[in-house]
């Protein structure tokens, strides 16, 4: 089964790699075909499980193939009751998308019987036109991902879609255990669980503690919360750690954040999944070697997203 996934222009490469890190978790075989804006999946993991995960697809669903003449172009698939076609255009010219759309709607109306829904249609068909080549593409049914609610927050918070892709870079799926050491509100917390990722979240700050708690149990969850410094987390059993390291003094612990996070990175196992956020400007040399994503927020504080 192949995938499609368009992806905002914003991040890509954060984009794309989530994609495929969502992609990894359930499939170690995936093959990955990618294109400016664009990345395709050919595994046994079903689209919408990956869609209803990522947070960075503007777009996405099943490819059907490639065609160079619209006049001839083939979808074998069950007949829908509507539909609409829609024009993605990823390519550098302009190409006339409504023209095409009616072109391609004309066409599949008159082989299905099938009438043309704009506002509420049972089947999307996509045509996606790249510099290289024009693929046919289809959505069948909506993905609605039952997202977490956050009831108290706090400045310091990460937001939620951010703490989503960071979770997805993990590579976890159902079933496995994230461990966050630095938990705060719990928004890593949350949207693992929302995934069906169990977590263990530690915070040094009793305050936060309690916050997490009560953000995990408005959602249901009751994922175990330690009121500890991260030292912690080598008493806990996980399969990764996701978290995002305090950005100024913490007063409590008098440490600077580039101390404290090449202590933190120095007692971490060497083999051990790591996802971690941090202001840039704090890097360490023990974590030359990841994989890198910057997220510019305003003009003193850019992320760097971490993955090891
Ligand atoms: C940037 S905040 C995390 C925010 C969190 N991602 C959220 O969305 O709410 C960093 C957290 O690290 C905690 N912290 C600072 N030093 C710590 C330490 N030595 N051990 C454990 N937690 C610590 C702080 O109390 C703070 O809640």
Known sequence: ???????????EDLARDEIIS???????????KS???LVMISSKVPWHKIANRATFARYSGKIAGTFDDITKIELSIPKPASFVCRTINLSSKNIGSSALERQAGGILSRKWGSKVSLSDPCLTVYLIITDSKKYLGYLDRQVRPKLPVKIIKHPHELDMKLSRCLVNLSQLKEGKILCDPFCGTGTIL???????IQSVGIDFDKIMCKITKKNLAANGF??????????????????AIVTDLPYGISSRASVSPKKLIKDFVSIIPKRKKLVMVYKKGLEVDEISKAKKYEIYRHKSLTRVIAVS
């Open 1 to 11: 089964m192949s995938s499609f996934f368009v992806l905002q222009s914003q991040y």
């Open 22 to 32: 969502i992609s990894k978790s359930y499939d170690s075989k995936i093959d990955v």
């Open 35 to 37: 294109e400016p804006r």
């Open 190 to 196: 949350l949207e693992a669980e929302s995934m069906g």
């Open 222 to 239: 009751d994922s175990k919360v330690i009121n500890s410094g991260y030292e912690e987390m080598l008493n806990v059993k996980s399969n």
